[in-house]
């Protein structure tokens, strides 16, 4: 059974950092692709980053490019998304989730697994 476990979150102020991690089992690490994404009330759940464990290849969205860094570690069964400069527009439920083989890395519905999210608040 695939598990993903978030944790990390929390509160910060406008310009503050925070590292999520995301502890996963129950597949073969180098065959997944792990993503996070993040739900603001009211909102759709969107993508932020993505990382491909079998080539390391990475993306992140628009909103978050050079300001977060997503990271995998092999070894713990766990990749970190490394969020800097954070502001309150970051606010959300951030998930994490993973899907074998190549995905749209943006695309909610291409994930099979999903963590059950952690908040993250970002006051001004």
């Known amino acids: 059974e695939v598990q993903l476990v978030e944790s990390g979150g929390g509160l910060v102020q406008a310009g503050g950092s925070l590292r999520l991690s995301c502890a996963a089992s129950?597949?073969?690490?180098?065959?997944?692709?792990i993503g996070w994404f993040r739900q603001a009330p009211g909102s759709e759940r969107k993508g932020v980053s993505c990382i491909y464990n079998f080539d390391g290849t990475t993306y992140y969205a628009a909103s978050v490019e050079g300001r977060f860094t997503i990271s995998s570690d092999a070894a713990k069964n766990t990749v970190y998304l490394q969020m800097h400069n954070l502001q309150p527009e970051d606010t959300a439920v951030y998930y994490c989730?993973?899907?074998?083989?190549?995905?749209?890395?943006?695309?909610?519905?291409?994930?099979?697994?999903w963590g059950q999210g952690i908040q993250v608040t970002v006051s001004s």
């Open positions: 989730a993973a899907t074998w083989g190549y995905v749209n890395p943006h695309l909610v519905g291409t994930y099979e697994h």
């Open positions: 129950g597949f073969t690490w180098d065959d997944y692709a």
